[in-house]
């Protein structure tokens, strides 16, 4: 298969599985099935691009011409390479989680549920792989379409509240602001082309492109920049494993990937650097960042407060590629996956956390160590890793991110950087002292068992699988390392 | 088939007093079917003649121009001609279930003579190069469908026939006085004869009258705000094969009729410059597009939230119009194309919805998902287009539009168009979450999906919506060419 197959192939390939896991509704052993094969076929497509993205080769396929001079087309280049396989990667230890979690829970609808969840992931291979400004538009907007129904899935009247808040903010920052964004672009530089070093160099005056950049970052409703971050907190009514991948890793990222994506290869960093005052991206993504930390200190449902560390890490992401260093968009780069892999760990945590016990509170969660020692052991990896601690994948992230900053000599990001350091420390290093060292709480609250052990083996295998993950990438960090110097290089 | 424009009008004419002979039912529908099909067909070869030769003229009965009629196709009516054959035909084979479901045995062989007669006069409109002979074929088309109207199965159908009727006559006294001033003052009654000499006599108050009386009864006509009063109780209280068929054809004619006046007849520079048409309908379009999706928003009855959507919709075509630039124009034109093929695709949703359960409220159709799965993904992926989703014509229509209004540098139309686009998230939801999302009454537990003589029609019109937005360069094409049609008649 030459690459340029292997680009369609690799959205195809879910889309496809969608037809066979609906075939299969009555046979669920069968239809997980259909979707672990296709999750783990995803993945080795998206390996056999590695070797040709790392030696250069940009493999692009040409559509369709939707309209003239704008067409559907992929192109795959480092950045995406480096989403597209974090995100088929985490989908196989998803699946498995989810055939325990949903099977555990006794969930309604699961034909559905594992069909939105193969469109969503079809949706994150074009969002990955989109040669233009238009073809990640189409998928970024399928991408909301096809988890809607996944947020909804309970039913419920508070799921629906939720959803519309889901659609509504989501929905609404892509429509009124990152396509008009989009449609500014084109009439001035009448091209959605993505090209190294950007496509918008003298086409405007500075205080046009500066406010052009502010209608992308906000338009971007997926990258959670406060205020646009409501639908996130919003989404974690879904199944957890749902939140997991999609609102750890495949949706959010999918955000801050579009936000990279712009200021790389739309703008440029070298325009942006000389861009008078596009420093204020850095000073709102650093707000976003303490603030977002703030209000996850004080929630104490467990699944609010990943929600808002979620909005925190992404924000993150936002202000490193926003100072503009190589040094910081590697950082950037690389703590797209560390944060996948971390974040996504976590989510598995309260999941299995919920499966076993029903409990849904940090409050509650005293003693819990002792009877679930493998989740709260993963739990603890993953808070390490958000916290940036060595050992763990967030650590090198953190590290190029902070010596970016120095290099640009950005106080205000350096703050920011300890600061929140300091904050993620706050909010997540009491549930593990909590959950090993209190005593387990002695009446059971109602609705809530006390006499549980471990969650069912997918779930507790998977997340032992991400935690190992979020310590392996801290080891051998090379991969996403090469992938982020390609980037960098490619534009300078 | 030199003779093709004047069967393109004699067919459906001579056929409807024959369908009105036959009575029975059956036979009365398989004949106006028959015949709504070869009209199609005559449409397809006069739209092929005149991509291939460019405007094709015909002299009625060999009576040459300023004393006979002239018939005269360029490349804007030929586009206008496809629309209305084309949905004429698809609606034809949906109505023999619907209609017999909503009218009275007796009536239905007058149901189809009156379908056959509007045809004919939204087709005439098209054709004719004479102005008096426009306002006929606008009278039997008016006649004719507040007839139809009347149909409907509620009494609250006589009324809004009455409305309709009221409206619509003021409507054509107008244009009829307008047409009589220019009479007076050129002498001639023939478009092309007007169109060269009106510019010796422009500057008289005469032609000013003229062109207010012209311009206000064709608003009327096509429901332009705020001249739209008659439309939401004529669409929602018709049956449901002739809303989908006026909705898309009728008040596009209106359009067509406007733009000939404006372009054609009086030219840009009288209409835009010396007139200011252009600042009086971006107003009034603009307080279309917000206001009437405003008002879709609170609608409890879907047909006519529906119906104040296309307010806000011919709002979008006269904005593209009022811009009075080729791709002005050309994008409003295409948003009258697609718009129909978006229309009528909903209203055929909704009225096998009302076949089934025999009511069309919100509240009614709670959990009807389950059971009507089909119609309602019909209507779920019509109601994307209508927002105006990537890869559905409406986004392509949407993308015109925008991108006409930046490049005239007025980017708060741009910015009002994607706006208006996220109020058609919120009225096409609310029917989204009550189909899905609500349990199910008993009442609608024990439906039946449509038949497949509605479904297919359905979703062929849907089927075209996906193929255009994936691939417009068809409909886009066809749209410049019209405008560039008569963009270049009205020029010097």
Same mark, same amino acid.
């Given at each position: 298969?030459?690459?340029? #197959? ?86 196989? #230890? ?269 409050? !509650? ?75 387990? !709480? ?51 | ?492």
């Amino acid at each position: 298969m030459t690459p340029e #197959v292997t680009v369609l192939a690799s959205i195809g390939l879910p889309l496809g599985a969608t037809a066979l896991i609906a075939a299969f509704h009555r046979q669920p052993n069968l239809r997980e099935s259909v979707t672990l094969a296709t999750a783990l076929g995803l993945f080795l497509l998206n390996l056999s691009l590695l070797g040709p993205v790392l030696e250069g080769q940009r493999p692009g396929v040409l559509v369709v011409e939707t309209l003239p001079g704008l067409s559907i087309a992929f192109e795959v280049e480092p950045l995406g390479m480096l989403f597209a396989l974090v995100a088929s990667g985490l989908w196989m #230890v998803n699946s498995l989680y989810s055939i325990g979690y949903m099977r555990a829970n006794r969930e309604h609808h699961q034909t559905r549920y594992y069909v939105c969840f193969a469109v969503a992931l079809a949706s994150t291979m074009g969002v990955a792989f989109a040669g233009n400004l238009l073809t990640l538009f189409v998928f970024y907007e399928a991408l909301t379409l096809s988890t809607y129904p996944l947020v909804t899935h309970r039913g419920s009247p508070a799921a629906v509240r939720a959803g519309r808040t889901y659609l509504g903010v989501l929905l609404g920052t892509s429509i009124g602001l990152l396509l008009f964004a989009i449609l500014w672009t084109w009439g001035l530089a009448g091209t959605l082309n993505f090209a190294p070093g950007g496509i918008l160099a003298d086409t405007a005056s500075d205080p046009v492109l500066g406010v052009l950049l502010f209608v992308y970052m906000f338009g971007i409703g997926k990258a959670a920049l406060m205020p646009v971050h409501r639908w996130l907190p919003a989404a974690m009514i879904a199944p957890t494993p749902v939140s997991a991948l999609l609102h750890a890793v495949a949706v959010v990222k999918a955000g801050v990937f579009t936000a990279v994506k712009v200021i790389v290869y739309v703008f440029g960093a070298d325009l942006l650097s000389n861009l008078q005052g596009s420093s204020w991206l850095i000073y709102v993504a650093g707000a976003s960042v303490i603030l977002a930390s703030l209000v996850a200190l004080r929630a104490d449902n467990l699944k609010r407060r990943l929600a808002y560390s979620t909005v925190s890490q992404l924000a993150f992401i936002v202000m490193a590629a926003a100072v503009l260093v190589p040094l910081s968009l590697i950082g950037a780069v690389l703590h797209i996956a560390a944060h996948a892999l971390g974040k996504i760990t976590l989510f598995f945590a309260a999941g299995s956390i919920y499966t076993a016990s029903h409990k849904t509170e940090v409050s !509650q969660l005293a003693g819990i160590g002792r009877r679930m020692p493998w989740t709260m052991a993963a739990f603890t990896v993953g808070a390490l890793s958000m916290v940036g601690i060595p050992l763990t994948a967030g650590f090198v992230s953190k590290w190029y991110m902070l010596l970016g900053a120095i290099e640009a000599q950005q106080l205000v990001a350096i703050a920011v950087i300890i600061l929140s350091t300091l904050l993620n420390a706050a909010y997540f290093l009491p549930i593990v002292y909590t959950a090993f060292f209190d005593a387990p !709480q002695s009446a059971g609250e109602q609705g809530v068992q006390t006499g549980h052990g471990e969650a069912p083996l997918p779930v507790v295998a998977a997340l032992t699988l991400t935690a190992l993950g979020t310590v392996a990438l801290f080891f051998v960090p090379e991969l996403p390392l090469a992938l982020a110097q390609q980037m960098v290089g490619a534009a300078p | 088939m030199l003779h093709a424009p004047a069967l393109q009008v004699a067919l459906p004419l001579a056929a409807a007093p024959l369908c009105l002979l036959i009575r029975h039912a059956r036979f009365a529908w398989a004949f106006a079917t028959l015949v709504s099909w070869g009209v199609l067909a005559i449409a397809v070869l006069l739209v092929r003649r005149v991509f291939a030769e460019g405007t094709v003229s015909y002299a009625l009965g060999d009576w040459v121009a300023p004393l006979g009629i002239e018939y005269r196709i360029d490349m804007a009516g030929a586009l206008m001609l496809l629309v209305i054959a084309a949905i004429g035909a698809l609606v034809m084979p949906y109505a023999r279930a619907s209609v017999e479901h909503e009218l009275r045995e007796d009536s239905i062989g007058l149901f189809y003579t009156c379908y056959l007669l509007c045809l004919t006069g939204l087709l005439g409109i098209v054709v004719t190069g004479d102005t008096f002979n426009l306002f006929v074929f606008l009278e039997i088309s008016s006649l004719s469908s507040y007839v139809l109207i009347s149909q409907g199965c509620s009494r609250r159908s006589l009324t809004a026939a009455y409305q309709y009727l009221v409206m619509g006559t003021i409507g054509a006294t107008f244009i009829l006085i307008g047409i009589g001033l220019l009479y007076m003052m050129t002498g001639t009654l023939n478009m092309a004869d007007l169109s060269q000499r009106l510019p010796a006599v422009t500057d008289t108050r005469t032609i000013r009258v003229a062109f207010a009386f012209v311009t206000v009864g064709v608003s009327l006509k096509l429901a332009l705000f705020p001249l739209h009063l008659w439309l939401p109780n004529a669409y929602t209280f018709a049956p449901s094969a002739v809303s989908a068929f006026i909705a898309a054809t009728a008040t596009k004619v209106g359009i067509y009729v406007l733009l000939r006046f404006f372009f054609t007849l009086f030219g840009v520079s009288f209409s835009f410059e010396a007139m200011h048409v252009g600042d009086i309908l971006v107003v009034l379009a603009a307080m279309a597009m917000l206001v009437a999706s405003l008002v879709a928003v609170f609608q409890d009855n879907i047909k006519r939230m529906l119906a104040y959507s296309s307010v806000a919709q011919i709002g979008y075509i006269v904005l593209g119009i009022s811009l009075a630039t080729t791709a002005g124009v050309g994008a409003g034109m295409l948003h009258l194309l697609n718009h129909a093929l978006i229309k009528a695709a909903l209203f055929l949703a909704v009225g096998c919805i009302f076949l089934r359960l025999g009511s069309v409220k919100i509240q009614d159709i709670r959990g009807i998902a389950k059971r009507m799965p089909l119609t309602m993904a019909a209507f779920v992926a019509g109601g994307l287009s209508l927002i105006g989703v990537p890869l559905t014509t409406g986004f392509v229509s949407k993308w015109y539009l925008a991108d006409a209004a930046l490049m005239d540098g007025r980017w708060p139309l741009a910015v009002l168009i994607l706006f208006s686009s996220l109020l058609a998230v919120a009225y096409v939801w609310r029917v989204v979450e009550a189909a899905y999302l609500q349990p199910a009454a008993e009442r609608v537990l024990a439906l039946k999906e449509a038949p497949a003589a509605m479904l297919v029609p359905t979703w062929l019109l849907i089927a075209a919506n996906l193929y255009f937005g994936i691939d417009a360069s068809l409909t886009s094409g066809l749209a410049r060419r019209g405008a560039e049609a008569l963009l270049g008649a009205g020029g010097p």
